[in-house]
């Protein structure tokens, strides 16, 4: 049986999945409503209380929505963060925490990181299938944005070759990413820090042109300022990576003797075989260390999978709840209509109508709210995307997939199991009494 499962395609899996936890209502729903139409009658009380009727499908809408834009924004911020990754293969440093150097390297957080030095940096650019080694030099700002100092062919490897304008030529000539405020044309001048810490005018009269921009990688670098690395060391006041003979030079090959040390080294190699030998080799070396960003992003991931669960049993916990409230609630309508449900019987009615039009009016609010809480939970994903993308640069689309379709599916199972406990309190008692009550 386990073998006929995992032959099935995902999307055959899920509506099976689906399928199997919407059972326990169409199941009880055929049994108990079986020979009798209580539609009419559902459909008249549900108009004759309205208000309180609408208002128990809001919140429901709303108990099982915001559980699913939750989970929903869990799983699109792991499709963002492996986005955002995707261009840095492999990544050498210093040795030190590579988790560190992920956020410093990949997402663009400020971090106090040691320098590869000169020899170590050709050593690692003239390996064996080292197609790119791209230093990154960081430290500067402007208007907030990271400025980055690196290679032309970091960016063009970047942004796939997409490059509004052109690429820099000089110094004093930058590339913004897609978010950047900045245009072709304008002037920056790079503040010395990030954040707070940012001291503006501690390089003097230095500014850049910008002269292209890239095209959205959907990573904080969409909103970087890049320039060449040469321009960053300069601007610190140190020597620009080559000899003293070559005072224009922009871009490999490097001189180790003029190197000024970069905290990360990005390289692309031919394969991805390759790959993996390049990080045997400069890992554990006591000079650097190598790691590849995706590996890193899977222990983080490993964390945010038991931070989901927990978000998974706190949604389902506080869908059930709202349940039980719901449940309590028409209960007391229950009570309300007790003298109608009483002269139905009295009427001839037998009580298993009775108990399906009570079931059938708790059950029809349970999934009409289910079912709209994943249009809310859609909305609500959005929004948390829209927030979320804005304040960590990460292109961050959730949408509702089958896993909140599925939670939707069994809330509203497991609740239409619990309205069976009241419609069964409905048939009880004395018909004498609830009619003179």
């Known amino acids: 049986m386990r073998d006929l499962w995992d032959s099935m395609s995902i999307g055959t899996q899920d509506i099976l999945t689906a399928i199997a936890l919407a059972l326990p209502i169409l199941i009880v729903g055929a049994v108990i409503l079986r020979g009798f139409s209580p539609w009419p009658l559902i459909r008249a009380l549900a108009a004759r209380f309205r208000l309180p009727v609408v ?10 929505g915001t559980g699913l834009g939750l989970v929903a924004q869990e799983r699109a911020l792991r499709q963002g963060t492996a986005q955002a990754a995707d261009k840095f293969d492999l990544v050498v440093a210093a040795p ?3 988790i560190t150097m992920l956020m410093a390297a990949v997402f663009l957080q400020p971090s106090d990181v040691p320098l590869v030095d000169g020899p170590t940096f050709a050593e690692v650019a003239n390996a064996r299938d080292v197609d ?3 230093p990154l030099a960081f430290g500067d ?13 970091f960016v063009t490897h970047l942004t796939d070759g997409s490059i509004e304008g ?15 405020p900045f245009a072709i044309g304008d002037t920056i001048v790079p503040a010395h820090g990030l954040g707070d810490a940012a001291e503006e005018g501690a390089h003097g009269d230095l500014s850049y042109t910008v002269t292209g921009r890239m095209a959205p990688t959907g990573s904080p670098w969409d909103r970087a300022v890049l320039v060449p690395v040469e321009a960053v060391w300069e601007a610190h006041g140190l020597a620009p990576g080559h000899a003293p003979d070559s005072p224009t030079q922009l871009g490999p090959p490097f001189d180790a003797n003029y190197f000024p040390g970069t905290p990360a080294i990005v390289i692309r190699a031919e394969n991805l075989a390759a790959n993996y030998g390049l990080r045997a080799q400069f890992q554990g070396t006591g000079e650097t260390m190598a790691f590849f960003p995706g590996a890193v992003l899977s222990q983080l991931y490993t964390i945010m999978g038991d931070v989901r669960q927990a978000m998974s049993v706190l949604s389902i916990v506080s869908q059930l709840l709202v349940a039980a409230s719901v449940l309590v609630g028409l209960y007391l309508l229950g009570r309300l209509i007790r003298r109608q449900l009483a002269l139905l019987r009295a009427l001839g009615a037998p009580a298993r109508f009775v108990f399906a039009v009570v079931w059938g009016f708790a059950t029809a609010i349970l999934v009409t709210g289910a079912v709209l809480g994943i249009a809310v939970g859609y909305a609500a994903a959005a929004v948390l995307s829209r927030i979320v993308s804005e304040r960590t640069d990460i292109l961050v689309q959730a949408g509702i997939g089958w896993t909140e379709i599925h939670l939707a599916i069994g809330f509203a199972s497991a609740a239409s199991m619990a309205a069976l406990i009241g419609a069964w309190g409905a048939t009880r008692g004395g018909i004498v009494g609830a009619l003179r009550g």
């Open 132 to 134: 790119l080694a791209a």
């Open 166 to 180: 052109r690429m820099w030529q000089g110094t004093t000539e930058a590339i913004v990413g897609a978010a950047s």
């Open 55 to 64: 208002l128990f499908v809001l919140l429901v809408a709303v108990s099982v």
């Open 96 to 98: 030190g925490s590579e």
């Open 141 to 153: 700002s402007a208007d907030g944005a990271p400025i980055v100092g690196t290679i032309a062919n």
